[in-house]
C-alpha cells in the first residue's frame, strides 16, 4: 500500500542550526503539506503546497520556515535557524485533491526535531 | 482561524463498553476526518464524511456527520483495548486547509 514516507525520523540539533526534514508523498498526490505537533498538544498546520508553490500557510511558517520539492518526489521543510521552540514532531501528508472524499490526507510517520 | 473542540478530553472505560466522541465547531464544514494516532506515530485515517446527516460505520466504529455540518460523532461499541489511542477530527472549511481538534484521548482497559 503507498505511503507517505520521512526521513530523518529523529533529529537532534544545537539552537541557531539549520535542519531539513525530509518527505516522500505518496506518487500520484498533488497537495503536500507540513503540519507539527509540539509534545502534549494538537496537531497545527504549517503549510500547505501545490503546482510547486505554496497555496497556504499558517502564522507559525515564518521566514525561517521554507518548503520545496527539488525533483519530483520528494518534499521537503528548512528550518533557517532552529529555536528551542521549534522541537516538535514533524509530520508531512499529502492528498489526491483538495478536499472531499478525495481530499483524505494521508500521513507519514513524522520526524522528532529536539533543538538543543 | 477556524476553531474546532473535541470532548471529553480523556476518557478511561473498561473493555466490553460503549463510548461516544464529539467533535463542534461553530462553522460549516467542507468536509471532516477523524484519525487515530498512537504515541510517536502520525494519525491514521479512519473515515472522511462530507455530506449533512451522513453515516459510516467501520465495524465496530460509527461516525455521524452533523445535518448541519457542524458537529461530528465517533460512536465505539463493545470497545476493546487495542481502540486505546488519541482519536482526532480534522475538519476541511471552505477555502481552507484542514485544521485539527485537540483530540480525545481513549484508554481502554482490560
Known amino acids: 500500500e503507498p505511503e507517505v514516507t520521512q526521513t530523518p525520523s529523529h533529529q537532534v540539533t544545537q539552537m541557531g542550526q539549520e535542519v531539513i526534514l525530509r518527505c516522500v508523498p505518496i506518487?500520484?498526490?498533488?497537495?503536500f503539506y507540513w503540519y507539527r505537533q509540539i509534545l502534549g498538544q494538537k496537531v497545527e498546520f504549517l503549510v500547505s503546497?501545490?503546482?510547486?508553490?505554496?497555496?497556504?500557510k499558517s502564522e507559525i511558517f515564518d521566514d525561517q520556515f521554507s518548503v520545496e520539492r527539488p525533483d519530483g518526489s520528494n518534499f521537503t521543510l528548512k528550518i533557517r535557524s532552529t529555536k528551542l521552540e521549534d522541537s516538535a514532531m514533524y509530520f508531512c501528508?499529502?492528498?489526491?485533491?483538495?478536499?472531499?472524499?478525495?481530499?483524505?490526507?494521508?500521513f507519514g510517520e513524522g520526524s522528532r526535531l529536539t533543538v538543543l | 482561524t477556524q476553531l474546532l473542540e473535541q470532548s471529553p478530553q480523556f476518557l478511561s472505560i473498561q473493555e466490553g463498553e460503549n463510548l461516544t466522541v464529539y467533535c463542534n465547531s461553530s462553522s460549516v464544514f467542507s468536509s471532516l476526518q477523524w484519525y487515530r494516532q498512537e504515541p510517536g506515530e502520525g494519525p491514521v485515517l479512519l473515515v472522511t464524511v462530507v455530506t449533512g446527516g451522513e453515516v459510516k460505520k467501520l465495524k465496530r466504529l460509527t461516525f455521524q456527520f452533523g445535518d448541519a455540518r457542524k458537529d461530528s460523532s465517533l460512536h465505539i461499541t463493545a470497545a476493546q483495548p487495542g481502540d486505546t489511542g488519541l482519536y482526532l477530527c480534522?475538519?476541511?472549511?471552505?477555502?481552507?486547509?484542514?485544521?485539527f481538534g485537540p483530540g480525545t484521548r481513549l484508554s481502554v482497559l482490560p
Open positions: 503546497f501545490y503546482n510547486n508553490e505554496i497555496s497556504e
Open positions: 501528508a499529502s492528498s489526491l485533491l483538495a478536499g472531499g472524499v478525495s481530499g483524505e490526507l494521508f
Open positions: 480534522a475538519g476541511l472549511f471552505y477555502g481552507q486547509n484542514f485544521v
Open positions: 506518487s500520484n498526490h498533488l497537495y
